[in-house]
């Protein structure tokens, strides 16, 4: 049985450009980091699938990809496919995705297939616009839908911590939150610009730079997410910013000890909250 560890992200910067034919252009640095779903695999006779969350097991992304990978390359290989949900799901961080795309690498090694990573990420996108970045990890500019990957050099290792609001999960959330940007929301990618020359100029971004255009309307969607925010700085996070389409919030810290003292005070409010640091491209 092989066991993959497939991490969760974060958008350091996420902007929309425009849209085009119902299709949102964005900008975004995305940055995988050390918080991890893990799934085990094992060559079977036919497909099977089965998830920690078993709420999660119908239509789940992994059999997805398992499926769209057997039929493209006519594989006559079976998998049997153990997931155990680490990462908090529907809240900005990609452990869907993150699963989709670890199963993607994982079955193209496993069955012998040897698709190169831009086929792999051509079919990531066919599943969802976040899969393709996954396929490569690490640091990495997200363009067009999502299915433009540039992998960009690694950060120095930055730590975070992840506050996971308690709230309801919303149906078609991403999809509800794209639908409340307008044209006065639209960039044009001058925050991943600064952040690019930052990155390329001393290994990292700094806060200022970090933007989130969802932040605009995240906080008339989700109204309890202010006093999550107003927490998270009471307790000494300098900037608060949220991941995705939210309402899971982040903040970037410069020591690990300072990030488990914030952690820590989170939870001592009876929060979920995780450490986390920056990882590099493994492949």
């Not at 995305?30 to 999660?56: H, I, N, P, R, T």
């Not at 680490?86 to 900005?92: A, D, F, K, L, S």
């Not at 297939?113 to 640091?139: M, P, Q």
Request: aromatic share 10%; with cysteine; proline share 4%.
């Amino acid at each position: 049985m092989l066991t993959v560890y497939a991490p969760a992200k974060i958008n350091l910067v996420l902007e929309v450009l425009d849209k085009y034919d119902d299709y949102h252009q964005i900008s975004s640095i995305m940055q995988a980091v050390s918080l991890y779903d893990v799934l085990k695999f094992q060559l079977a006779g036919g497909m099977s699938f089965e998830c920690s969350e078993a709420s999660l097991e119908q239509g789940n992304l992994v059999t997805r990809a398992a499926v769209i990978l057997k039929k493209t390359t006519k594989c006559d290989k079976g998998v049997r496919i153990r997931l155990r949900k680490n990462i908090p799901w529907g809240v900005g961080l990609g452990g869907g995705s993150s699963d989709a795309a670890a199963t993607l690498l994982t079955l193209n090694k496993l069955w012998g297939l040897e698709l190169s990573l831009s086929e792999l990420a051509r079919l990531a996108f066919k599943l969802g616009s976040d899969i393709s970045f996954f396929i490569y990890g690490g640091t990495a500019l997200v363009e067009g839908k999502g299915e433009r990957v540039t992998p960009l050099p690694s950060l120095h290792k930055a730590w975070f911590v992840l506050l996971a609001p308690s709230l309801p999960k919303i149906k078609d959330k991403t999809r509800q939150l794209y639908g409340k940007l307008n044209d006065s929301y639209y960039t044009e990618g001058e925050y991943v610009g600064s952040a690019l020359l930052s990155l390329r100029q001393k290994r990292t971004i700094a806060p200022r730079f970090i933007f989130n255009v969802f932040e605009k309307v995240a906080f008339d969607f989700f109204p309890e997410l202010a006093e999550y925010k107003r927490i998270f700085e009471q307790v000494g996070a300098r900037t608060v910013h949220m991941t995705g389409s939210g309402p899971c919030l982040f903040t970037s810290v410069s020591r690990k000890e300072k990030a488990e003292s914030l952690c820590l005070r989170l939870r001592g409010q009876g929060l979920e909250c995780y450490v986390v640091s920056s990882l590099p491209q493994v492949r």
